[in-house]
């Protein structure tokens, strides 16, 4: 799907605007400047194309943080996006920080449209000839609050995003794309670098931006992979105010050009809430997991129990990952990490005939057939798997399937099929 950014300024209205492009009716978010927001990545629709929203809203710095926060929202914007909304305040024009961003993001050749936000009547629409001095061509005058010209702005930028994303476009057969995840310091830069060193680099450019590979393509267990967002993983960027918020954005937004995600663990600490964060993004992006438990040569016995315990206590929910113990800086069990990433593409891109699933559901649901609820006994007449990447299946039953009874359909499933390494999803249609 392409990705679409909004960019700006803290108070331009990004967070009203995207939420007049989703059609959401609650008023502007109310997040406190710099609080961390989980979601940042929304799945949009305009007549009928489908595209990624990307919100950097959530991202509300104090006045000494602005710039830094902006340019990292452009950064992101430039390596991950196909087309930025570039949001400014008619009624304040162009600023300096403005222009900085500007400058940033004509460095990448991605579209770029200038919105100019709060020009609430055509009496205001003046006010937009002076931003034609930051030289992105014509300003689309809007309000976000009232809606205001959104729909001719739309139909405008439809029509221009690519069908596929341009960053994620896959030749058939071509190299599968894969994010390392994680928090600062649990290694990714040591992984990429000793995947990418050891091996061979075989491409360096891909984005066609003039700045540094954003992917990298990767000779692991004698297969090219490309690695995503490598730019993201190679670059530091210190701020002072709303990392996480930075880190999620980033993760966030990787995640949309990937197909599956290496989420990095330091084993020489506990697992964090962090941890826990960027795996549940994982989950909710629909791509396959690996864990890769790293610094593997800094574990001793003691804190070896301690992990296990952890694991089974934070990462229940995600036991059905492949799991590699490694060291990035030693080397040790990298060669564990492609047949893990196989085994959860695999699953991912499983499907299962509709003669088999049916076959299945007939003897589960004869097996433990559905407790009876207020005098009726839902049935599940009929299933079929929906989709692939990752397997979805659609049940059709007489009734509302208590959550336990799905969740019983949904475990034996996965003891039957495995899908190690993919998430599933197990919906339910009633029919009257
Ligand atoms: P990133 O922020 O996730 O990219 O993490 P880095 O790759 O920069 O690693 C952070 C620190 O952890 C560096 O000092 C690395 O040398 C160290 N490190 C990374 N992987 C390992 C490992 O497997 N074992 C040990 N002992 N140190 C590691």
């Not at 902006?70 to 222009?99: K, P, S």
């Not at 205001?148 to 190299?175: C, F, H, N, W, Y």
Request: glycine residues 8%.
């Amino acid at each position: 799907m392409p990705v679409l950014a909004v960019v700006g300024r803290p108070n331009v209205g990004k967070s009203a605007l995207v939420n007049r492009i989703l059609g959401r009716r609650e008023a502007v978010v109310e997040d406190t400047p710099g609080v961390t927001r989980d979601r940042v990545a929304y799945k949009a629709e305009w007549n009928t194309r489908h595209f990624t929203l990307v919100d950097t809203g959530g991202w509300e710095p104090d006045a000494k943080g602005i710039n830094a926060s902006v340019a990292a929202q452009a950064e992101i914007a430039i390596d991950l996006c196909d087309a930025v909304l570039f949001v400014v305040d008619a009624n304040v024009g162009a600023t300096a920080t403005d222009e900085h961003v500007v400058r940033m993001l004509r460095k990448a050749k991605k579209p770029v449209y200038l919105i100019a936000n709060k020009v609430d009547d055509s009496r205001q629409e003046p006010l937009i000839a002076e931003l034609w001095s930051l030289g992105l061509g014509e300003p689309y005058p809007v309000s976000a609050l009232h809606g205001r010209g959104i729909a001719d702005l739309l139909d405008m930028v439809i029509t221009k995003l690519p069908l596929v994303s341009a960053v994620a476009k896959q030749e058939v057969g071509g190299p599968r794309r894969v994010a390392i995840l994680g928090r600062p310091n649990v290694g990714k830069s040591s992984l990429l670098n000793k995947a990418a060193g050891e091996e061979r680099v075989v491409v360096n450019e891909l984005a066609g931006t003039t700045r540094d590979p954003v992917d990298e393509q990767v000779d692991i267990g004698g297969k090219i992979w490309r690695f995503v967002d490598t730019a993201g993983i190679r670059r530091r960027v210190h701020l002072q105010q709303g990392a996480d918020f930075y880190a999620t954005l980033r993760t966030s937004a990787a995640l949309e050009k990937a197909e599956v995600a290496v989420v990095m663990i330091d084993v020489s600490q506990p697992i964090s809430e962090q941890d826990v964060r960027i795996i549940d993004l994982v989950l909710e992006s629909g791509r396959a997991l690996v864990l890769a438990f790293n610094k593997w040569d800094l574990l001793d016995d003691d804190r070896r129990r301690y992990l296990e315990r952890e694991i089974e206590q934070d990462l229940a929910h995600v036991s059905w990952a492949p799991r590699v113990n490694i060291s990035a800086t030693t080397g040790r069990h990298l060669e564990k990490l492609a047949p893990a990433l196989e085994r959860a593409l695999e699953s991912w891109d499983t499907r299962i005939p509709t003669g088999k699933f049916n076959a299945l559901l007939a003897e589960l649901t004869a097996a433990h057939p559905h407790p009876v609820r207020g005098g009726k006994q839902p049935r599940v007449l009929f299933g079929t798997q929906s989709s692939t990447r990752p397997p979805t299946f659609v049940l059709f039953t007489t009734g509302f399937l208590d959550p336990g009874y799905r969740r019983y359909i949904t475990r034996r499933l996965r003891e039957i099929y495995g899908f190690d390494g993919t998430p599933i999803n197990v919906n339910m249609r009633v029919r009257e």
